[in-house]
């Protein structure tokens, strides 16, 4: 049995299974104010071209991103996203617990434009009932987004330009982010992530680290105290090198990148295996996520060799399914399910 | 330069890295939910013999408090602990986040007695404004406490009696719950402690593990839907299963228990150390934690070599100081302690 | 300028005054624990025939919604509710603020079916994910709902079983409940909200008084320790006879409902108004709000001599606009509307 | 039977009642923005010598006081305050509800010291661990306290120093305000309080009112968007000009003060009766609430025919006692209580 169910079936990459031992008796200090941390993120600010922002590491994405949103918000404020979107949809209400609205706005393939950001805003901003209203106080773009699709540079340009006119702050969870910024197509760049986000992190869990997500405030006004909210979120690692070292790992000689571009290349490859089959897509992507739509027989008879995950219904005899690859998924395993795919 | 910080500056029992790394390439469920998981919680049924006893993984030790805590309490109830309490000192509100007061009790060497809580608790509901006060919905104990000590377990069930006679569920942190059970003198049994609390946490992070507390919800009423708040509290792990084969290494044969035991045999070495030359203790216990009082030359002179804690300041001349022992201490680290305490 | 912008323009019916008059220098206890309050509570549960109901009484309806909800609700669960529906659009997130999301459904002409919810139900417990999203925890209706329109008997009685079917307690938020049953055609009468509602509360502040609303729980389960909900969310009024002097007045022959049929009454007048110069309506109601689509010559036109609000743009041409008669409407003001609409 | 139990045990002062009267058939637009509500901010802001002061009407002290403090709390901070306040202990945890901890100083006779205060934010912001503990951010004092005391202007303007120098808002309780400013020996005029607190509010409940607190925003950046916050809490009520009518009546002419000093004058009746009698005071004071400490058998003999509340145990054979005199206090009360404490 071969599982593309998600991206984070396997442990992590070897190179940091061994960094880990390799420091495991050094003694250093906790809640992240070793040397790890502070070398991974003067890596990160390399990498991300970004010299003055504040790093910060926590384990998961539903942590990183109520930590940060409830950081930016005032009370009476709500953070703006996609229906889609992995705080509206999958998060058991994180946001909320932190006392704020989700202002979800509908999405089309996972994603919001500029243009509907603005008109929400406006529309908050000119209503003389506004005041009985929860005013939008930042924007959550993913990227990629909960279906695998990516936004433009100029697209982000866009929205960063209606945050700024609306003094919005920009968070983008990067879960994914190396497979946003490997995929085919993808014309945002690792330094233009700065530029255009107040604040966005680097995924690590699905991108071969046992866990941890890099966030990186590149507007470092939103960063004051963030720590303080770290610990009173639950989030402060005790062993903070822990996230050190694995961000250390990935960010040297572009492993990260590498990783991500290994999974997309076969992700590539999957979707190749059912376009050429004449199977239609529930969303046109290039990322790491594979949504074909199958007969239900089909998906019957690929079940018996292959885990994946049943997405969405589409009629009565079909289903849109989520294959996942990953920077675990071996060469052999797309290999078998291209030739499952062929005999459907 | 040997640190006697805390009991959490290095990484893991080598057995556990060995688990990972023998485990890195198996493709499991996420969220807790694989197999590994599901065997340490058997693993821990069985060694705490708490059969019916509902098992959950966490990652830290603030996260599993607030987790716990305000999944108990109704909005206008709050949690009674010592003024010591880690919860009321050193989580940043953790608690208070979540919409709960502390309800600090006055505290010696650390510990609260059944009298107190029951003279609080009828104070409150003899009160004829009782509804404008916060309402005790809980009793938080630590074991150890944050100094180290023990309570007895006769302490431990008359505590239980006034939380079964008023309602109160009874929370049990043990962040150094081994070292606490594996002290010199403690007459309180692994498998006591569900029959004394309703919920308790195995601590992982501070005794052999890279991070992870293992919640015991032996009142399985508590712990109804309990993985949903999890997941709202940021503290449901991608890769469940790390914390699983972290708990399966330390429960097998006894692992948790021995590391713990080395580390408080060791603590009671580096306490003879400064007992022998006449120094006082800012409290009396038997635990990986020491406290002794020494002038501030003695800390000078010792600063050295050794890192530990100045605890707290008492008078001009003395400090209060803290040494942690830990599953990873050699040795030979307390040999050279003890070495130069004798030259003090 | 005869204003129609809303039903809380004027202070409260004349006999009120009066009995805040009559009672000014009385002394009595604080906090609700007044006979005042003690008689209102039994006239309410006489006239609406829930002899066993636990009844409170706080100043306004956000406060109200607020603290029945968060009351009820687990952490991790939500408050289903039409998209329209106040908590979800116009309360400044205050549900939200206690950390539960609302979980909007779409509505027709403000109204939610049995089945929509039970759908969104089964599909929550059916969905492997479903601990990462918030649970279905209440159902919340308004009656009348926010576009003035109401429920049937059968269509509450059906929402109730399905809410019984999954331990889900009905609220219903009775801002305008008078409105409601007085209006034409409502097959809902007093003695029925208990049956169908766990919860509901009894409109004052549009309906007559200065403030207050009337909370009723039929279920006395939920209304354990609910002073404490109370005070916690600064709903205890401190002159708490003040709310009890008003519903006393209201509950007295009849009042309450006598205030609400002449509301009702002027609205249909105004209704008909409209509908016989051949306006339609954003939507067809019954109760004291009155939506006529009207070109905007001729808002502009009625603008002159009387206020109303603007509710929703249609088309270049036209916008839906809102009149709403109340308690205090005379019958002169709707004299005076009727001849302007003739004229138009 | 004569109560002397709280200051809030009748309604208002006739000329409340006569304004509601008067205005009652006047259409006005809701939620605070009609002209009552804009006129009493003016003579607010002219008898308290404010005139860039953001005034808000709200119904109650604890709603102003969670309101006004979660307002200004970034959410990893909390509020400091005397062990005796009243966010502390009265007020069922609402300040916990919106997330933050209350820090309790020690206090003497109701009262925390600018030292207190100091000595308490330098030991957090110069401790290693500071980000593991609640930030201190805003100051909340009492004028006059709970236990009827009065801070001196010199005492006031040193603790305003500790707040500007660490930048801690500073807000001030006012709930029996106008009792605190007419109290023989006080020094602080009500032009200097918005110099010293950044908010306070004027108590109208305690002092004349039916209700309403009139919060005072001297420093106007902590008053933006504060609508929002009125409402996200519950606090903004519909016919928000029952709350202009009232505060303008109370501003008018002075009468606010008049009624305070009326009930001073009868308090220092009251005191000089137990005094003459050679009775102790759990606390001096010479605000509007008396706390003599009497013999059981003179509260028994007292309790046939006064109302008043026990405050406190003091030994086997004595309480400590509160009466309040109001501005609805006769002089008769007073002349029949002198009279039963000289037979005592």
């Known amino acids: 049995m071969i599982l593309f169910e998600s991206d984070y079936l396997e442990g992590c990459h070897p190179a940091i299974l061994k960094a880990l031992q390799d420091t495991n008796y050094e003694q250093t200090l906790g809640y992240g104010e070793d040397s790890h941390c502070a070398r991974a993120a003067d890596m990160i600010r390399y990498v991300f071209d970004a010299p003055d922002a504040s790093v910060h590491f926590l384990v998961g994405g539903t942590q990183a991103n109520a930590t940060v949103i409830s950081s930016i918000l005032k009370p009476y404020q709500g953070v703006v ?17 932190t006392g704020h609205k989700v202002l979800a706005l509908p999405a089309r393939d996972g994603k919001i434009t500029a243009e509907q950001i603005l008109s929400f805003v406006q529309a908050h901003h000119s209503d003389f009932s506004r005041e009985h209203m ?22 982000l340009l866009a929205i960063r330009q209606v945050c700024r006119d609306w003094e919005m702050p920009l968070f983008i969870d990067g879960a994914r982010l190396g497979y946003g910024l490997e995929a085919s197509g993808c014309n945002v760049l690792p ?73 997309d290349r076969l992700a590539d490859r999957v979707r190749d295996a059912f376009r050429a089959k004449g199977f239609p ?10 949504f074909p739509i199958l007969p239900k027989s089909a998906i019957e008879q690929l079940s018996a060799e292959f885990g994946f995950e049943r997405w969405q219904g589409v009629d009565e005899e079909h ?20 030739a499952a795919v062929r005999k459907l």
Chains 1, 2, 3, 4 share one sequence.
């Open 81 to 97: 996203c996609a229906e889609s979107g992995h705080i509206h949809v999958h998060e058991t209400g994180a946001v909320e617990h």
């Open 191 to 263: 330094k233009d992530l700065p530029k255009i986000a107040d604040v966005f992190y680097i995924g690590g869990t699905k991108q071969g680290a046992l866990f941890g997500e890099a966030i990186v405030f590149s507007n470092p006004a939103l960063a004051q105290d963030f720590r303080y909210n770290i610990k009173q979120n639950g989030g402060m690692l005790a062993k903070g090198r822990l996230l050190g070292i694995q961000f250390e790992t990935l960010m040297n000689e572009g492993l990260y990148f590498k990783l991500a571009r290994h999974a």
């Open 281 to 290: 897509f529930l969303v046109e992507n290039t990322t790491n996520q594979v």
């Open 319 to 338: 289903d849109g399914v989520r294959f996942c690859t990953s920077w675990a998924t071996p060469e052999s395993a797309v290999r078998a399910l291209e």
């Open 134 to 155: 929860v005013q939008p106080g930042m924007v959550y773009l993913s990227f990629p987004t909960e279906l695998g699709t990516l936004y433009t540079k100029e697209e």
